[in-house]
């Protein structure tokens, strides 16, 4: 069995506490970690980014991100979810032999009000005021319970 442990790590605020762009904050704040760490981008063997297309407003938002969370050259596993799945599958690539040093970046930035994430959520009705809509997903989400 492989040991891991987090050797550094780093936070930021948020996007509207400051004038510095999302893109800014997370380089600011993977280049903290890394050097917490006492590690470069040179020694990462992999990158675990988090983060939400729909709360980021764009598709394949990480493709956005790569430079900024050390991830360029480097092999990087979007999670969509919270930074607690990508540390869960950090730890798992450490473990199965795959990687020896791994960077978790997570990054929400959270813009958009709730209809229009649902909608950005619902790819064929993208940007279009009709078709399932915010309520209507949290009713059938609540039929579950």
């Not at 069995?1 to 400051?18: K, L, P, R």
């Not at 762009?21 to 050097?35: I, P, R, W």
């Not at 959270?110 to 009713?139: C, I, K």
């Amino acid at each position: 069995m492989t040991d891991v442990a987090i050797a550094g790590y780093a936070t930021s605020g948020f996007t509207g506490e400051t004038d510095k762009s999302g893109n800014e904050l997370v380089l600011e704040t993977n280049m903290a970690a890394l050097e917490s760490a006492g590690i470069t981008h040179e020694d990462l063997d992999s990158v675990m980014f988090a983060g939400q297309d729909p709360y980021d407003g764009a598709a394949i938002s990480d493709g956005q991100k790569i430079a900024t969370s050390a991830a360029y050259k480097k092999p990087i596993m979007r999670i969509e979810s919270g930074g607690g799945a990508a540390i869960h599958q950090a730890r798992a690539k450490i473990r199965s032999g795959k990687a020896d040093v791994v960077t978790v970046v997570a990054a929400d930035f959270v813009t958009a009000d709730p209809t229009t994430l649902s909608w950005s959520s619902h790819e064929a009705l993208y940007h279009r005021p009709f078709g399932m809509n915010n309520r209507q997903s949290y009713g059938l989400f609540t039929q579950n319970y």
